[in-house]
């Protein structure tokens, strides 16, 4: 890298994280959503978890905040007899991640994409920069973490795998969602889910969601987190794993349900697919960071 190159990327790295600044400095000022009503609430929110984008294990050049897993032995996939299986989910099998990996604590907002990126994709942008970007195909999932690594001169970041996603969002539990059992499997209320992840049935928005249905998603971490801290691992956005769906790697796997999804679809072991390429606004990400060697 010649000293020109050098130069552009410093200036470039210290505005983004001006950008990032005077961002959470904005979301701190208005009390936690740009499209709150001043009470911190954000969109039907619960209201005083905003901490969770500025607060974890590790805190990157930017501001996003990631918690540590521990490596572990888990069961993936769900038992033959939970309510709202479906056929073509993983047979439960025991699995064991042996390296220990920073998850981020809530999904990718529209705020840091914006940072890394330039421009917001996002189909909900009304809903503000604290709420997860959507409308990003997987492989833009990949191209804001090529900039993100290149950004912090790295190789760390990565989406993370099935199994890492599924490990972390269950976070110890073995029931549908990380706090308990399922109840509902329709679009109907189900008051464990409800406490924990934006989904059909509490997912009205009170911005323009340009959707006939009045919902869209929320800013991140209003609701409980799971046991280690891990924000929106169930509904508000789908997100893209590594892994691919099918053996002919044609399909992407998603996970986690988002903001129109059935309680059912929220649960820890559900997992769908789509193309790579295809961006929907249901459709967002988190990053994992690995340990330096």
Same mark, same amino acid.
């Given at each position: ?90 047979? %439960? ?6 390296? *220990?990996?920073?998850?981020? !604590?809530? #999904? /990718?907002? &529209?705020?840091?994409?914006? +940072? ?87 997912? %009205? ?6 959707? *006939?249905?009045?919902?869209? !998603?929320? #800013? /991140?971490? &209003?609701?409980?987190?799971? +046991? ?66």
């Amino acid at each position: 890298m010649n000293n020109s190159q050098k130069l552009f990327k410093f200036l470039r790295y210290t505005f983004l994280s001006m950008v990032v600044i005077l961002g959470l400095v904005t979301i701190i000022g208005t009390g936690g959503s740009s499209n709150g009503d001043g009470s911190g609430n954000g969109n039907n929110g619960n209201g005083g978890k905003g901490d969770a984008l500025t607060e974890g294990d590790f805190i990157n050049s930017l501001g996003m905040a990631f918690n540590y897993i521990e490596p572990g032995t888990f069961m993936m996939g769900s038992p033959e007899d939970e309510p709202g299986r479906r056929e073509d989910e993983r047979r %439960q099998q025991e699995v064991t991640l042996t390296q *220990g990996y920073y998850m981020q !604590t809530t #999904p /990718v907002t &529209q705020g840091q994409w914006v +940072a890394v990126m330039g421009s917001n994709p996002s189909h909900f942008d009304e809903c503000g920069t604290d709420c997860p970007v959507d409308s990003v195909s997987r492989n833009s999932a990949e191209d804001f973490i090529a900039a993100l690594n290149d950004l912090e001169d790295t190789d760390r970041y990565a989406l993370p795998t099935e199994a890492q996603w599924e490990y972390a969002a269950r976070a110890g539990s073995t029931t549908a969602f990380a706090n308990g059992e399922i109840t509902e499997t329709g679009d109907g209320y189900d008051p464990v889910l409800d406490s924990m992840g934006w989904y059909y049935y509490n997912s %009205q928005v009170d911005y323009d969601s340009r959707w *006939g249905a009045g919902r869209g !998603t929320h #800013p /991140v971490a &209003q609701k409980e987190p799971n +046991a280690w801290g891990l924000y929106d691992m169930h509904g508000n956005i789908w997100e893209w794993v590594s892994d691919w769906y099918d053996s002919g790697e044609i399909h992407a796997v998603a996970r986690g349900g988002g903001f129109r999804s059935t309680a059912r679809d929220c649960r820890s072991g559900y997992r769908t697919d789509g193309s790579p390429s295809a961006r929907s606004f249901n459709n967002g990400f988190r990053i994992v960071r690995l340990p330096s060697d």
